[in-house]
């Protein structure tokens, strides 16, 4: 199996929607997942399985004066633990280093303890918490922070 990443195109916003249905209690919609292409302070990369040429992972940020706040990361849940969401982490520090941004934020419901192990390792330190912030169950989130 080959992955690819790359910045997301109009190609992907299906699988982008489909992969979003399929992680998140609360998935976002497909106009706003079009929107974001369109977005100047948003940046998603997807991952691609070439073999079958679908969207298996993406994540999204939003970059405001050299700041980016991670809005999304999933991994369609038939390739996960292959390592696809680190890849995808790690393509978007780079981006983010790139584009000279001075850190990266995020928030992640407190009971993802493997997502927030994964941002651990790369770097991601708690810096506060968010209570009831989830508008599904009103689970609190943890807010973490890279330094670039």
């Known amino acids: 199996m080959k992955i690819t990443y790359n910045l997301m195109t109009n190609k992907d916003v299906n699988g982008v929607f489909n992969i979003s249905n399929a992680c998140f209690s609360m998935p ?3 106009e706003s997942i079009e929107g974001e292409i369109n977005n ?3 940046k998603y990369i997807v991952a691609r ?3 079958s040429n679908l969207v298996v992972g993406f994540v999204g940020i939003w ?3 050299g700041e980016g706040s991670i809005t999304n990361i999933a991994v369609h849940p038939d390739y996960r633990k292959q390592g696809i969401g680190a890849k995808l982490l790690e393509s978007l520090i780079n981006l983010c280093t790139h584009l000279d ?3 990266i934020n995020l928030e992640v419901r ?3 303890y493997p997502a927030q192990n994964l941002y651990e390792k790369y770097g991601f330190v708690v810096d506060g918490l968010r209570k009831g912030y989830y508008e599904d169950n009103k689970e609190d989130a943890i807010l973490m922070t890279k330094y670039l």
């Open 101 to 103: 941004c001075s850190l």
């Open 110 to 112: 407190a009971s993802n």
């Open 40 to 42: 100047p302070l948003a």
């Open 49 to 51: 399985d070439e073999d």
């Open 63 to 65: 970059i405001v004066v």
């Open 28 to 30: 976002w919609s497909i």
